[in-house]
Each structure stands twice: as structure tokens, then as C-alpha cells.
């Protein structure tokens, strides 16, 4: 069983930065994707960002493009989402994921996911 472990959420002020981890661990790393996902309160989770294990490519959501990056350490079972010029609308609490199998809902949608982290909180404040 998969399980997906992130660190390195917390307080920050409007236009400072953070590094999110995910370790992963009884995975073969070898998934069809790793995601990160986002809820603010009140809201629907939403997407961040993506990356796939075949053809390496990333995906980011357009509010974040100019800002976050996804990137990932097979040898480290590990991800990392850094976020650089956070804003108050940043605010939620970020999810990682792992689909273990291509889906036609692409690495986009929190559907073609089936493993998730607990959570962590991130505050950016004003």
C-alpha cells in the first residue's frame, strides 16, 4: 500500500517562498503520475501541479506557472513543489498524490489519483 507523506508547509508572508516535500514509500515509483492538489477552505480541491513517470512531462496550473515548480528524485522516492512569490490566494491545504495507472482523466484530475497524503497547510499571509 501506497503511502504519501508531505512536509514543509507553514506560515509566510505574501511574496516569500516554500518547499513542499512528498515522500513516498511501498510504491515502485514507477506510477503513471505524481500530483500536487490544493483545498482552500470552502472550496473544491484543485489542481497545482503534475508530472508523469513516462516522457517526464510537467504539468502546472495557469496560476501558478510563472511561479511554482515541480520536480522529482526516483532514487529519493520524493517530489518537491517549490513555490517562490506566494500570494494570499495560496493559501490551502496542498495534497500529494500518485495514480498508479494511466487514466484517460489525465494527470490533471484528482479522479485519475488513487493515493493520497494527509495534507499540509500552507498560509500565506498579507
Known amino acids: 500500500q501506497v503511502q504519501l507523506v508531505e512536509s514543509g508547509g507553514g506560515l509566510v508572508q505574501a511574496g516569500g517562498s516554500l518547499r513542499l516535500s512528498c515522500a513516498a514509500s511501498?510504491?515502485?515509483?514507477?506510477?503513471?503520475?505524481m500530483g500536487w492538489f490544493r483545498q482552500a477552505p470552502g472550496k473544491e480541491r484543485e489542481f497545482v501541479a503534475a508530472?508523469?513517470?513516462?516522457?517526464?512531462?510537467?504539468y502546472l496550473a495557469d496560476s501558478v506557472k510563472d511561479r511554482f515548480t515541480m520536480s522529482r528524485d526516483n532514487t529519493k522516492s520524493t517530489v518537491w513543489l517549490q513555490m517562490n512569490s506566494l500570494k494570499p490566494e495560496d493559501t490551502a491545504v496542498y495534497y500529494c498524490?500518485?495514480?498508479?495507472?494511466?487514466?484517460?482523466?489525465?494527470?490533471?484530475?484528482?479522479?485519475?489519483?488513487?493515493?493520497w497524503g494527509q495534507g499540509i497547510r500552507v498560509t500565506v499571509s498579507s
Open positions: 508530472t508523469t513517470w513516462i516522457g517526464g512531462r510537467t
Open positions: 498524490a500518485e495514480a498508479s495507472i494511466y487514466k484517460t482523466s489525465g494527470p490533471t484530475t484528482p479522479q485519475t489519483y488513487d493515493s
Open positions: 511501498g510504491s515502485t515509483f514507477s506510477a503513471y503520475a
